[in-house]
């Protein structure tokens, strides 16, 4: 089922040879060119009018009334109220932890550099609703922000056909967490609403969220006007692996991913023709038992998905680093030895129970991650994602004098006398 890459002996640059799944940014990011200008230029009816054409919904009214919200809340199935807020509270516990102190450094006597980290004033979180429904993006979205002290947090969720509003389960994640401006808005019109705001909402200062190619298009074209967290493409599913593994997790895990979405990507890495049998064996089996057979199908034999042969497992590292997947399993003799080693992967789930899964839900981590190998230089949704960082200078008179002579030095020899006469004028009489 799983296309092959054989790389035993091969010493090439592996990211090359890796598969990845064909996404034209640029060419969609010129489809919603029209749909994002005539929001900003329009403003909420621009979005009602793109989601009547893309959605096949009408709206009267983009924000979803509070109390809506509420009967979200009320009308929770138990059991799933219960496991909502302890995926809430275990990514309140991690999230808390990546708090950032504010630090005050003495440079010299009289002269300090202040790194302080405030929260920017408001954000827009979007949360994707197409194939099927995200309450824990809502949950993944919201609770970093609110940790870091962000004041205002707007989230945007496409309109059901049948009644015009965000699924209810999204409605009720956000009322769980204490968020009620939601507006009913997907897609590109929903991140230019985000950028330029509406007669009904204002314009937030970042967007966050995951979303299909038409809503990564939007947030590259208003980055700038907007910060975003990153261009989120079809999720990622790496597993690294040896004879240890049980192919029957490793099946499963493949295909938890597949279902997300005919791009998604699964990829295998393994030196053990061994294992790579039974695994294709497993795939073939649990493949056909699935709800979604033709749409993981079409994931697993997609050229985004293969299964990876190395010579060994140092090899696997040097290619799963190459790679820089969403998500990447460990499923090795001393998994956690072998995870300490990888240098590039939005999240790293450990040893044979610590599957992907966990972490889209429970595991207390984020599931807002790095795509497209973005893992080797971005890093997914937390705390710091809402930081800003500001620098405070305080520097006395006598702490300035002691400096001046290399200040001035510097400036001359960068051709910027400005800048040492800038320190030289508060000393010259």
């Given amino acids: 089922m799983l296309n092959r890459i054989d790389l035993r002996g091969s010493t090439a640059d592996p990211r090359r040879l890796l598969p990845r799944a064909s996404l034209d940014v640029s060419a969609a990011m010129e489809r919603i060119r029209p749909v994002v200008e005539a929001v900003r230029e329009h403003g909420a009816s621009a979005v009602i009018e793109a989601t009547e054409r893309f959605d096949g919904v009408r709206l009267d009214t983009l924000r979803v009334p509070a109390a809506e919200i509420d009967a979200a809340v009320e009308a929770l199935d138990p059991a799933l109220r219960a496991a909502l807020l302890e995926a809430i509270s275990r990514a309140r516990k991690v999230h808390s932890d990546q708090r950032r102190e504010d630090h005050l450094t003495q440079v010299v006597p009289g002269g300090t550099v202040t790194q302080r980290w405030r929260p920017v004033r408001r954000v827009g979180l979007y949360v994707p ?8 993006s809502v949950v993944m979205n919201v609770v970093p922000a609110q940790i870091a002290g962000v004041a205002s947090i707007s989230i945007a969720s496409p309109p059901q056909r049948e009644t015009g509003r ?12 204490g968020v009620d401006e939601v507006y009913a808005a997907g897609g590109a019109q929903a991140v230019a609403m985000f950028a330029y705001g509406t007669q009904e909402s204002e314009p937030v200062d970042l967007v966050t969220g995951p979303g299909n190619i038409w809503v ?4 590259r074209l208003v980055q700038g006007t907007v910060g975003i967290d990153a261009e989120a493409g079809p999720t990622e599913i790496a597993i690294l692996a040896d004879d240890t593994a049980d192919p029957r997790h490793v099946a499963a895990d493949l295909i938890s991913q597949a279902e997300h979405d005919p791009l998604a990507a699964s990829v295998l890495v393994t030196p053990s023709e061994t294992l790579l049998a039974a695994v294709e064996a497993e795939l073939d089996r649990q493949v056909a038992a699935t709800k979604h057979t033709e749409r993981i199908t079409e994931a697993l034999t997609g050229e985004q998905s293969a299964v990876v042969l190395v010579d060994d497992l140092d090899q696997g590292l040097r290619v799963v680093d190459a790679y820089g997947a969403e998500h990447l399993e460990i499923q090795t003799e001393s998994a956690r030895a072998v995870a300490e080693r990888v240098n590039s992967a939005g999240a790293i789930f450990v040893g044979a129970w610590s599957p992907v899964s966990l972490g889209d839900y429970c595991a207390g981590s984020n599931h807002v991650l790095p795509t497209g ?20 200078i305080e520097y006395s008179q006598e702490a300035l004098r002691e400096v001046s002579g290399h200040v001035v030095t510097l400036a001359e020899a960068e051709d910027l006398p400005a800048h040492g006469q800038a320190v030289s004028v508060r000393f010259n009489q």
């Fill in 129 to 136: 609703g197409g194939r099927a429904v995200y309450p824990s």
């Fill in 216 to 219: 990564t298009a939007a947030k």
């Fill in 166 to 177: 965000p699924h209810p389960l999204v409605l009720a994640a956000c009322g769980l967490l």
């Fill in 373 to 392: 190998g973005c893992a080797r230089h971005s890093s997914g949704l937390s705390v710091q994602t809402f930081l800003r960082g500001v620098q405070l």
